[in-house]
């Protein structure tokens, strides 16, 4: 009868442990990830990119089933799903690269259910570049696995450079605006009045604070103002029309009131603006002086023409 020596005992129990994770592993087995598509790029990019998404699933707890069946790329249909079930897969993992648009490369990871391919969960961003694709799949795996968008995996050192670029915007110009207004009342005595504003002006808009003051005589009054005026034609000259609200004093009250303004725009193709027009300015507060022995009755709408610079 032969009996094995210490040593054979030793090489037996070796050989035993040495496979006993192979085959531990493969019965925990539970996951298949496959490619979809492949989207015409390098095998070794493709290559690249497909451990990226194993290794990151696999931190999560995933444990993938290893077989050769699960290389290249997969149509969804029910040879994939034939596959899976073989495979004691409970889930599926489909990877889908998009090809390039320029130096973008869409990627997209879907959970799918085994028996109908399904899907439990997608998510999908771009990366720009293939230096991109490590960052933009590990999104991936984290927006699938935990049920969310793509979008709210981004932190500060993962934000990919779609997602940082700057919102495009229709032209514009910042102005400061310089005026004269001139009083249209009380017609005997002379004018006095400024004003000073800062706005944002586009092709066919124009929103800007104001603070202005005019008088004439004893009657005058002063503001600041929250304003906007649409201008209709984006030519050299266009007509405009606007108005605004804020807080002004006249005949020794204070308080709401609102400013309604028209005239032209000049000079709309060059770097500064001329403004000529007419502008009322209306209080909605009562602004007659009581002393309590006589009554001072001042003006409820206050018009004015105006001069204004724009640079």
Not at 17 to 25: D, N
């Amino acid at each position: 009868m032969n009996r094995m020596t210490p040593a054979r005992l030793m090489l037996l129990g070796a050989a035993l442990l040495l496979s006993a994770p192979s085959a531990l592993g493969q019965e925990r087995s539970d996951a298949v990830l496959v490619l979809a598509d492949d989207g015409a790029l390098d095998d070794s990019a493709v290559h690249a990119i497909r451990n990226i998404a194993a290794s990151e699933l696999r931190k999560h707890g995933v444990v993938l089933a290893e077989d050769r069946r699960t290389a290249g790329v997969h149509p969804l249909d029910a040879e994939l799903s034939t596959l899976a079930l073989d495979l004691g897969a409970r889930r599926v993992f489909a990877l889908r690269i998009g090809g390039r648009l320029g130096q973008k490369i869409p990627l997209s990871l879907d959970e799918l259910t085994p028996e109908t391919l399904m899907p439990v969960h997608s998510a999908s961003l771009t990366a720009t570049g293939l230096d991109e694709c490590d960052v933009v799949t590990a999104r991936l795996v984290d927006a699938v696995l935990g049920g969310r968008s793509a979008e709210s995996t981004a932190q500060m050192t993962t934000v990919t450079a779609t997602e940082s670029k700057p919102f495009a915007k229709k032209p514009g110009e910042r102005f400061w605006f310089v005026g004269l207004p001139v009083a249209l009342y009380n017609a005997g005595n002379t004018p006095t009045g400024f004003s000073l504003g800062y706005g944002y002006e586009a092709e066919n808009f124009r929103i800007s604070v104001t603070g202005a003051g005019y008088s004439r005589g004893s009657d005058g009054v002063a503001y600041v103002a929250m304003e906007a005026a649409w201008i209709p034609f984006a030519t050299e000259i266009s007509p405009y029309i606007g108005g605004g609200f804020g807080y002004m004093g006249a005949g020794g009250h204070g308080g709401l009131g609102g400013v309604i303004e028209g005239g032209l725009e000049a000079f709309r193709l060059h770097g500064v603006r001329a403004l000529l027009g007419v502008q009322l300015t209306v209080p909605f507060f009562d602004t007659q002086e009581n002393s309590g022995v006589t009554v001072i009755a001042h003006r409820g709408v206050y018009p004015a023409g105006f001069v204004r610079l724009a640079f």
